[in-house]
């Protein structure tokens, strides 16, 4: 199977009352050498440069499953249920 074609989605709010961004994802990555799918407890930031940082670095298992010669398989996205 080639690289998948699951479409993530990020999305990004901000809290006014405490100026900080967190983010929402579609999709948890949950890849061979993972006991279990990615969930940060770190969705949130001071800037919305940081907070995307963290939602991107939420994928960051997948570089090396893939340097680690494991195939690329739509089964590593897990769909997030609270997504909406």
Partial sequence: ???PKTQITIR???LVEHDL???AQSHFLHTPKQ???YM???NYANT???TLRRARDTFGDYTYAVRAGHKP???WLVK???FR
Avoid: C, H, Q
Wanted: glycine share 4%.
């Fill in 1 to 3: 199977m080639g690289v």
């Fill in 12 to 14: 990004i709010y901000k």
């Fill in 21 to 23: 961004f967190f983010f």
């Fill in 35 to 37: 006991l279990d799918p």
């Fill in 40 to 42: 940060t407890n770190a």
């Fill in 48 to 50: 919305y440069e940081w």
């Fill in 73 to 75: 398989e739509e089964s």
């Fill in 80 to 82: 997030n249920r609270d």
